[in-house]
């Protein structure tokens, strides 16, 4: 293993390819209702949802160290115990989508490519295709300079315009503007104080004792604990819940869990804006031990 990831260091970024082994599902529809859409589908391979034909994903994250058959990656999404099926560094001039003068390839419903040719031209090729001059030798040859100096007067800047300006990256609206607003977090005194004592792993011996339970059980393992409140809003404030949960489900409390976090969440709908409160925060092996009054 040690061998197989030497150089990997050199690179910031690593795109990681694994498998969804906990979406509980073994069929799969043709369209899907994305939480942001508000009950409307679009096509599977329109989303990232994790129930696919083939249960694989695909992430990117943030290489902070390779130590030995090690790699440490932070802004990871995936869970503990995820299989991993590969991992590829992040290369920025093939990942960065750019338009190319190259053959553009179409995959068909088959599963097939099929070649089509991309007109796209550099701009000083098309200028330099464009001149056509019939003069004596030594005419020609002061034209030619003249054409290749003002070129190359241009070059420096023009190749990292080209360059900025060949991006061509867009995604659909409802991504960008979905029909749903986000919501206001709040978080009550109870998981604030909660959150403060998340201790990381590092500081976890220290053993002190709290009403219900010692606080060496208040650790996280993958994100920093001054993270965690953040990371709590972030995915509150886009309503992570079913189209079902939303709408007709009478039942505002929401669980979910972040690293050995518990989370406790209440979404009043009755109100405008909408707004999410954290009710709690607590470990996850303190569950059913501690009551949520």
Not at 37 to 57: D, E, M, W, Y
Not at 207 to 217: C, G, N, Q, V, W
Not at 268 to 287: A, F, G, L, M, S
Request: with cysteine.
């Amino acid at each position: 293993m040690e061998h197989s990831i030497e150089g990997l260091a050199e690179f910031s970024h690593l795109w990681i390819i694994f498998v969804f082994h906990l979406n509980g599902h073994k069929s799969t529809k043709a369209k899907v209702k994305p939480p942001r859409l508000n009950g409307q589908k679009t096509g599977v391979f329109s989303t990232r949802t994790p129930h696919r034909p083939n249960a694989i994903g695909l992430t990117l994250a943030k290489i902070d160290s390779v130590e030995g058959d090690t790699i440490r990656l932070s802004g990871l999404d995936i869970v503990d115990g995820t299989p991993i099926l590969d991992i590829k560094p992040y290369i920025s001039v093939y990942d960065k989508p750019q338009i190319r003068p190259t053959t553009t390839q179409h995959l068909n419903m088959d599963g097939y490519f099929s070649n089509e040719t991309n007109n796209f031209q550099d701009p000083r090729q098309h200028k330099s295709s464009e001149t056509s001059i019939k003069t004596s030798d030594n005419s020609q040859k002061t034209v030619a300079a003249s054409i290749n100096e003002t070129l190359n007067e241009v070059s420096p800047t023009t190749d990292a315009e080209c360059h900025e300006l060949s991006t061509d990256v867009e995604s659909a609206e409802w991504i960008e503007k979905p029909p749903i607003s986000d919501l206001t977090v709040l978080f009550t005194n109870r998981a604030e104080h909660n959150i403060n004592n998340f201790q990381s792993s590092v500081r976890s011996e220290i053993e002190i004792k709290s009403e219900f339970m010692a606080l060496t059980d208040w650790h996280l393992e993958h994100i920093e604990p001054c993270d965690l409140r953040g990371v709590i809003t972030d995915i509150l404030k886009a309503d992570p819940r079913s189209t079902y949960r939303r709408n007709k489900c009478s039942d505002r409390l929401y669980y979910f869990t972040i690293d050995n976090a518990h989370v406790t969440a209440w979404f009043d709908d009755t109100v405008v804006p909408n707004y999410v409160e954290v009710v709690r925060v607590i470990p996850k092996k303190h569950v059913k031990s501690m009551p949520l009054s």
